[in-house]
């Protein structure tokens, strides 16, 4: 007894809470009540006893490195679901025509869980409920500033199709001199031994394979159609982790596969996106697929669960279901 548990008190040492763009994305069916991928919700998921946060960014027209979810290669750009303009009878820019020199001109709007208006109504530029005082989408740099100081670290997801975005953050990040302060940097957009049932148009761990300065993760949220190759993957870019989505890990062969992974010295993390439901529930099953992480939009819940603390009624509730599609997984790739 003794023994068993010492081994679950050196598995839960060892697991890594990671708060999906902080403490939980903005649509529906998250339950953040900060704005995801903004400092207050960053600061939030670590007070919520988050080990790491997860971020997304891209290159403005500015050529500034800014974060948010949204990019260029999706299908549809939605930059509206999460900000909108200040003044009426502005329009909320497309993410190619965003000028991060002129982001105070805009607010981030007030999560979907503040007041949990319909969907249709929140994924309008009309919806008038704002954040107040504006809350701005951040720059990396003022984002390492609030984050690294705490002690906690940042997964760094690289969006967008300009290939100089994953050299431009290991520049910053070894000009800051924040290197510890990176979990790893991430990206779905890599190509080589892909075999995966998608297609990516611009590979932008290329210009980063042989570069060692920062850890390296790939993610993935379809199945690969040939195992083995990832591994070849993780070879030619020098990635040391794998983070499929979490809802992969059902299946038989990604048990073996991160099984094989972690054997190997991978990392390996599992990610919810904004369609999945991450409720206390499918998170504690999710814990006995063996990954070392999980990113997740319920950072306190899951802190709980692995601490075996006791969750409040809300907490061991599941989430509700709505009908609401996110472009985290369809709609992240260009598909052929």
């Not at 760094?156 to 790893?184: Q, W, Y």
């Not at 920062?214 to 794998?242: D, E, G, I, Q, R």
């Not at 997984?329 to 598909?335: A, D, S, T």
Request: hydrophobic share 35%; net charge neutral; proline share 6%.
């Amino acid at each position: 007894m003794f023994g068993l548990l010492l081994f679950l008190l050196n598995a839960a040492q060892c697991f890594t809470v990671i708060g999906h763009r902080g403490s939980g994305c903005s649509q529906p069916k998250c339950v953040s009540l900060y704005p995801e991928n903004s400092i207050p919700s960053y600061l939030q998921a670590i007070k919520d006893g988050a080990d790491v946060v997860e971020l997304d960014v891209w290159l403005s027209s500015d050529d500034q490195i800014v974060i948010s979810h949204r990019d260029l290669q999706s299908k549809i750009e939605r930059l509206g679901q999460i900000i909108t303009p200040s003044l009426d009878g502005s329009k909320t820019p497309s993410v190619k025509h965003y000028n991060a020199s002129e982001r105070y001109k805009f607010r981030v709007k007030l999560p979907w869980a503040y007041d949990k208006v319909r969907s249709s109504l929140y994924k309008s530029d009309k919806y008038v409920m704002q954040w107040v005082p504006p809350i701005p989408l951040p720059k990396l740099s003022e984002v390492l500033d609030a984050v690294c100081p705490t002690g906690k670290k940042i997964v760094i997801e690289l969006k967008g199709n300009d290939k100089a975005i994953g050299p431009r953050v290991f520049d910053l990040v070894t000009k800051k001199k924040m290197e510890s302060c990176i979990h790893v940097v991430s990206s779905f957009y890599w190509k080589k031994y892909h075999g995966l049932m998608y297609q990516v148009v611009t590979d932008l761990m290329e210009p980063i394979k042989d570069d060692n300065r920062l850890k390296k993760a790939l993610l993935f949220s379809m199945p690969p159609t040939n195992y083995p190759n990832m591994f070849k993957s993780a070879k030619y870019y020098n990635a040391s982790a794998f983070h499929p989505a979490c809802s992969l890990l059902s299946k038989p062969k990604m048990k073996s596969f991160i099984a094989e992974a972690n054997g190997k010295g991978y990392d390996t993390m599992c990610y919810f996106g904004t369609n999945n439901k991450d409720d206390a529930d499918t998170l504690r099953e999710t814990l006995k697929t063996g990954v070392k992480s999980i990113c997740t939009n319920r950072p306190g819940v899951l802190r709980k669960i692995v601490d075996e603390v006791p969750l409040t009624e809300e907490e061991s509730t599941p989430a509700e279901d709505f009908s609401f599609v996110d472009d985290d997984v369809e709609e992240e790739f260009v598909l052929e």
